[in-house]
């Protein structure tokens, strides 16, 4: 019984362990499911094996109990943790304070090499600008490593990327390093442009912003609950007009790159 017990332990952290990693391999290929129906299934097979062999164990002696309880508790608290997050990734859509015809609001921020930034800068330039959460954010992290990618392409437009987010300048200049960004990073701690694009996403879990990546994903360590910007792209023409805008009603899905070369082909061809 208790051998039982123990490998329905281990099944259940190997079942977990594996329906993570196969979820977040999807991220830096961009191809992170619209709805996560294997990863929950997954979870739920885990989670209720993990259960299976706690209650199993009881029959046997207080090591066994141990020994079955730690990958078991191993499996469920994970289990939990990712479906906590799953439950959290509707973002709080509604109070964009600009639409397609708008022009762009002036703002002021920070580049990742600490020097002042002014909308005065994109002043007869076609720029993509990404608002972001931030460079621990993995999802964020696949996006704008997508952006830097399709530089070529925009490139051909006379688009340049210039992207913003909560951090720090110190945060960002690591982001950036790290990723090898060839793409403007802008610094908003103060969340002031964010705040003035109604883009805030109120109260939401965030992170730091690290050097260190692990199968292409940030390694960031969580600093709890803060406000950080909705991920938000507006393309802008020349004469500062907002030509269109894509939002994340769901923080882990972002716009293919298809779908961003459309839209500038759209807004540009015939101009």
Known sequence: MITTAFGLALLSLVVVLGAVMQYFST????????KPIGLVTFLSVGAALAVIAIARSFSGS?????????PSALALLTALGIFWLLSQRK????????????????????????IPFHTDELAGKRTLFKFFRGGWCPYCSAELEAFNAMLPALEEYGVRVVAL????????????????????LLSDPKLDVIR?????????LGGTTGSSKKFGIPLA?????SAMAIPTSLLIDENGVIQWIDQSEDYRLRSSDELVLEAVNNAFTSA
């Open 91 to 114: 973002t709080p859509i509604g109070d964009l304070k600009v639409k397609p015809g708008d022009k762009l609001l002036p703002f002021e921020a920070t580049t990742s090499e600490g």
């Open 196 to 204: 003035q694009y109604g883009v805030e996403h109120h109260k939401a």
């Open 62 to 70: 207080a090591w066994s109990v141990v020994a079955v309880g730690i």
């Open 165 to 184: 987010s909560k951090d720090s300048v110190e945060e960002a200049a690591i982001h950036k390093d790290r990723d090898q960004l060839s793409l403007t």
């Open 27 to 34: 991220i830096p290929r961009g191809k992170v499911p619209v």
């Open 221 to 225: 360590a969580p600093t709890g609950f």
